[in-house]
T-cell receptor, first 112, second 112 residues
Framework: DQQVKQNSPSLSVQEGRISILNCDYTNSMFDYFLWYKKYPAEGPTFLIS?????DKNEDGRFTVFLNKSAKHLSLHIVPSQPGDSAVYFCAANLLNGNKLVFGAGTILRVKS | NAGVTQTPKFRILKIGQSMTLQCTQDMNHNYMYWYRQDPGMGLKLIYYSVGAGITDKGEVPNGYNVSRSTTEDFPLRLELAAPSQTSVYFC???????????FGSGTRLTVV
């Protein structure tokens, strides 16, 4: 049972345009959400996070939006750059839990 | 500051062989995790530890064992390797539960 779903395996975007990566979850007890970025042959690195009490968090070119009623979050990258090409994982933390549940990942390709 | 170090980076095992994947961190983190990444499946939690001497099963623990005798080290043991264990293995640590994993660079294991 996949509790965190990233339904788009890949996304291709032109440099300078917006990239939107989506994530859906099923467990209403998730209280914190994170996005990780992964380059080939490297481990994932933390990108941005959002608490369930917020609906938006922004960090430079990266913004995460949370829609609790729809159990949906999205990561916006504006403007997209070729260096953003990577795999992006959505992850969620269970209330009072101490481990993350990850989605399957979305491969982002930014074309120059 | 090395962060999380995993060895080896690559390994080929024959069916039925055993091996230990090493993971060490120098950040004095209490929480440590082992994940495996299969294509299109995201990161699945194998085992985790909330402190020295304490370990617990994750989502996919069968065929693996762990120990946590020190804060720094969290080795993952594969007994009787099977082709289904072909994967990329990531170790991670955190000083604050799930709020900020640091991942190692991974071990790519092939069982033939």
């Amino acid at each position: 049972d996949q509790q965190v779903k990233q339904n788009s395996p890949s996304l291709s975007v032109q440099e300078g345009r917006i990239s939107i990566l989506n994530c859906d979850y099923t467990n209403s007890m998730f209280d914190y959400f994170l996005w990780y970025k992964k380059y080939p042959a490297e481990g994932p690195t933390f990108l941005i996070s959002i608490s369930s009490i917020k609906d938006k968090n922004e960090d430079g070119r990266f913004t995460v939006f949370l829609n609790k009623s729809a159990k949906h979050l999205s990561l916006h990258i504006v403007p997209s750059q070729p260096g953003d090409s990577a795999v992006y994982f959505c992850a969620a933390n269970l209330l009072n839990g101490n481990k993350l549940v990850f989605g399957a990942g979305t491969i982002l390709r930014v074309k120059s | 500051n090395a962060g999380v170090t995993q060895t080896p980076k690559f390994r080929i095992l024959k069916i039925g062989q055993s091996m230990t994947l090493q993971c060490t961190q120098d950040m004095n983190h209490n929480y440590m995790y082992w994940y495996r990444q299969d294509p299109g499946m995201g990161l699945k939690l194998i085992y985790y530890s909330v402190g020295a001497g304490i370990t617990d099963k994750g989502e996919v623990p069968n065929g693996y064992n762990v120990s946590r005798s020190t804060t720094e080290d969290f080795p993952l043991r594969l007994e009787l390797a099977a082709p289904s264990q072909t994967s990329v293995y990531f170790c991670a640590s955190s000083g604050q539960g799930t709020y900020g994993y640091t991942f190692g660079s991974g071990t790519r294991l092939t069982v033939v």
